[in-house]
């Protein structure tokens, strides 16, 4: 599904990234761990198409199209979601109807039919439940005055209602306490399926232990230094970063 | 009716007062005696800098017969509107004293002071709370040769009386002056909320005069949607202990639209709120101009007073002047004041389209929230509804938004 290969990126002149290479099967769930300032952010922007992200080298295939040349919102239509660490306050736009924007222009690039206002009603209902979110808060204006676990749910049911192939959960677990991360973490799981694929960033193992992923890639320094399975997690919650690292360099 | 002889709007002075009321005559006297002084204003004006009327001051106008505005709703119960010509003539008394603007008036309030023929009165009694809004709407003159009107409106709200006034100016001919004057007199504890639209205002110049006694509430939200040339004053003087305004603006423009707004809060008296929100979008080649003041008298103390003028400019070739601007002689007051001029917000605009919302629409959805936030405030829901919609009207994808909302 997605295929990351040689990926170098710069912000304001500064490598970021160094070579990242990648591989993403439909079904799976990688997690991408690694300390402050590894890159693992930069790499979720790039995939979701921000600004000031400048590829220097390398490319990144999704369902065999180059990534990389799409707009954002091309790339949300074709079914790629970012779960931000830092979802921002939209001050005077109710997050049900943006909501209801962002899936119907998704629908209609797909060639389906505009959801008429009350089967949006009983989806969005339906998909808050799933985490928790409460109906009011979906009805709020985007992220505004939400606390840190409610926008972070709010990432997450945006994402159940988008329904997205590729999955990008930026830090989804920061800001959370051990009750707010399982309720999210919950909420992720229940939108595992054979035809989607998630790379979860996250700087700590603790997420893992809900949300368990296939694959463990450590980034560090803007590169993949080690991959394995969950149990590398593990090994970097006992061990530390500079260990891997240290290891890593033999 | 169009008079035929075309006279700069200083021309069309006349050398005496003949007709109305002693004290009338005598004001308007006054009024053409200062313009025949000050003249009219120029680039070296300051209030005027950056807004130039010299082709208007240059232009032959006929004169329209147009200066008293169209009630376009129902009347409520309680309330009279009369036409100020007819209480001239027939009992001048009720009016002395309350279509002087306190003063001394100059420039375009001077011209109107000086020429108005009639308008209309709108006294709500007091203790009559009205609910439902009075609508006026001023007449777009037909003429496609130059002319000028001098529409002129006095609104009395008594005691502890309520009042919801739209008042709405259209027409896109721009060479149609109007000159227009109201004036607002709200006694102890009385309320009212203002609304003034703008829609393709030509050729406009406008003033709002508003005097407050004690514990009065009044909210003036005037929404400016595209202009030839507008300035428009709003003065809010807090005569009254414990009085209160807020002064909210959008504006909306495009293409070559100069609009002005200018807005004035004096506080006389202590313990008074005051707020001004203007907010604009200015697009295309428009020029939008702000200029806002507080003045806290000495004896004003507890005064609190904000002020906040935003804009977003969404083209290189716009234009925003910006000045809120605060004059305190009271020591205990709280006062704010704040400007800004800029683009919309990367982070946002980004997070719409990471969802899926195309570049175009969450720009819009963007635009529209930054106006409609100011719009919201309006209480009347119908009023607020019909803002909302003048604003979608207008704003790129409009419909969509609507369908969505």
């Known amino acids: 599904m997605l295929k990351i290969e040689d990926l170098h990126v710069e912000v304001d002149g500064k490598p970021i990234l160094k070579g990242i290479n990648l591989e993403l099967e439909a079904g799976q769930v990688h997690a991408v761990m690694g300390p402050n300032g590894s890159g693992k952010s930069t790499l979720a922007y790039v995939l979701a198409g921000r600004d000031g992200y400048e590829v220097t080298k390398g490319s990144v295939t999704y369902k065999g199209q180059d990534l990389l040349e799409m707009a954002p919102e091309l790339r949300a239509a074709e079914g790629v979601f970012l779960g931000f660490q830092y979802p921002v306050a939209i001050p005077g736009v109710s997050n049900i109807y943006f909501l209801k924007a962002a899936l119907n222009a998704i629908r209609k690039h797909r060639g389906e039919d505009p959801l008429d206002a009350i089967d949006f009603m009983k989806l969005s209902k339906k998909k808050a439940a799933l985490v928790q979110l409460p109906d009011e808060l979906t009805k709020r204006s985007v992220n505004d005055g939400f606390s840190g676990g409610e926008k972070k749910r709010n990432e997450i049911f945006q994402m159940a209602m988008l329904e997205p192939s590729l999955a990008v959960l930026d830090e989804t677990d920061s800001g959370l306490d051990i009750d707010a991360l399982k309720v999210v973490a919950e909420g992720v799981n229940s939108l595992r399926a054979p035809d989607r694929a998630m790379l979860v960033i996250t700087h700590y193992q603790r997420l893992l232990d809900y949300i368990v992923p296939d694959v463990v890639h450590v980034l560090i320094n803007g590169q993949i230094v080690r991959t394995g399975d969950k149990e590398l997690a593990k090994q970097l919650e006992l061990e530390g970063y500079s260990e891997v690292r240290d290891a890593s360099q033999l | ?405």
């Open chain 2, 1 to 405: 009716m169009t008079e035929a002889s075309r006279q700069t709007l200083l021309e069309s002075l006349p050398s005496s007062f003949d007709t109305g009321p002693d004290w009338l005559r005598a004001l308007r006297g006054r009024a053409s005696e200062a313009l025949r002084e000050q003249g009219l204003p120029t680039k070296r004006t300051e209030a005027w800098r950056f807004t130039p009327v010299r082709s208007v001051v240059d232009t032959e106008f006929s004169r329209e017969d147009k200066d008293v505005p169209a009630l376009v709703s129902e009347l409520p119960a309680g309330v009279s509107i009369r036409s100020l010509k007819e209480v001239l003539e027939t009992q001048p008394q009720l009016l002395e004293g309350r279509l002087d603007l306190g003063g001394a008036p100059s420039h375009f309030a001077a011209l109107n002071t000086a020429l108005f023929r009639d308008g209309l009165w709108i006294d709500v009694p007091k203790g009559t709370v009205v609910q439902a809004p009075i609508e006026i709407a001023h007449a777009v003159p037909s003429s496609s040769a130059p002319g000028v009107a001098y529409p002129r409106v006095l609104v009395t709200v008594g005691e502890s009386a309520e009042l919801t006034l739209i008042e709405a100016y259209s027409g896109d001919e721009s060479r149609q002056l109007s000159n227009s004057l109201v004036e607002v007199d709200l006694g102890r504890d009385a309320k009212m909320s203002h609304v003034r639209v703008h829609e393709n205002a030509g050729l406009q110049v406008g003033r709002v005069d508003v005097r407050q006694g004690p514990d009065s509430r009044y909210r003036s939200t005037v929404v400016t949607l595209g202009g030839a040339l507008l300035r428009f004053d709003v003065r809010c003087l807090l005569q009254g202990k414990g009085a209160e305004c807020e002064l909210d603006g959008v504006y909306l423009i495009d293409g070559d639209d100069h609009v002005d707004h200018h807005t004035l809060v004096e506080h006389q008296a202590p313990n008074c709120r005051s707020g001004q929100t203007y907010r604009g979008i200015v697009s295309g080649k428009a020029t939008a101009v702000f200029d806002g003041v507080v003045m806290v008298h000495r004896d004003a103390q507890k005064t609190e007073a904000h002020q906040e003028n935003r804009n977003l400019l969404l083209s290189d070739m716009a234009t925003v002047h910006t000045k809120p601007h605060l004059e305190i002689d009271a020591d205990d007051v709280i006062c704010s004041h704040g400007a800004t001029v800029g683009s919309l917000d990367e982070d946002q605009l980004f997070y719409l389209r990471a969802r899926g919302v195309p570049e175009d629409f969450a720009l819009a959805m963007l635009t529209y929230a930054f106006l409609e936030s100011i719009v919201d405030r309006v209480s009347h829901e119908p009023t607020r509804l019909r803002m909302r919609e003048a604003l979608l009207s207008r704003i790129p994808h409009g419909d969509e938004i609507r369908g969505v909302t």
